[in-house]
């Protein structure tokens, strides 16, 4: 099946600085998303981005398929920010499934 | 706003017992899922549904199965809970809508503790 790296696993920023997380992919994909989790356990969507670059307020993301990696970037972050954000892509070969990496633990302190 | 609903945020059994866990979604999605998450496997697709009483097996069906018979709504059945099935289970839906193909959106989660 495919693979999904996301780095880094774990992350400890000051409030206020940027961040990058990455995604790679070993196979094309249909479909990528990503996710915020909660200290809650609620995911929460925050991007679909099969390809091309999307922003909503401080995050961002930019998909480039062909290289089969995905990038989310946190600007200005803040203590709401803390929580795991996970990768999540359908591969074509198997329809409907999304196939989730590990996740990155993201820690913002005051 | 896409809403989906679990029946539970927290639910104790008993080894043995049958449990039902029920997800519904507001947003007449064909699509639904049902994943566990336990910490260092990541999130696991146990089953999922493209349609009324279709399903399909995901990654990790052994012990569990479910049940579609209205569109909105898809349960999570465990005929004879085991502690290895103490988990976060959570629901998703999504649409086939070409413009956001199978964008899923997930529940809030029940955390099953099975004693």
């Known amino acids: 099946g495919i693979q999904v790296e996301q780095s880094p696993p774990d992350l400890i920023l000051q409030e206020g600085a940027n961040s990058t997380l990455r995604c790679n992919f070993s196979d094309s994909v249909n479909n990528l998303q990503w996710f915020h989790q909660n200290p809650w356990g609620q995911l929460i969507n925050l991007f679909y981005?099969?390809?091309g670059t999307k922003q909503n307020g401080r995050l961002s993301a930019t998909t480039v398929a062909t290289e089969r990696y995905s990038l989310l970037y946190i600007s200005s972050s803040q203590t709401t920010d803390s929580g795991v954000y996970f990768c999540a892509v359908e591969h074509g070969d198997s329809w409907g499934k999304l196939q989730f990496g590990a996740g990155t633990q993201v820690v913002v302190t005051p | 706003d896409v809403k989906v609903t679990q029946s539970s945020r927290y639910l104790v059994k008993r080894t043995g017992e049958k449990v039902f866990l029920e997800c519904v979604q507001d947003m007449d999605h064909e699509n639904m899922f049902w994943y566990r998450q336990d910490p260092g496997l990541g999130l696991r697709l146990i089953y999922f549904s493209y349609d009324v009483k279709m399903k399909e097996k995901g990654d990790i069906p052994e012990g569990y199965s479910v049940s579609r018979e209205k569109k909105e709504r898809f349960s999570l059945i465990l005929e004879s809970a085991s502690t290895n099935q103490t988990s976060m289970y959570l629901c998703?839906?999504?649409?086939?809508?070409?413009?956001?193909?199978?964008?899923?959106?997930f529940g809030p989660g029940t955390r099953l503790t099975v004693l």
């Open positions: 981005i099969p390809s």
């Open positions: 998703a839906s999504s649409s086939r809508l070409a413009a956001r193909y199978n964008e899923q959106f």
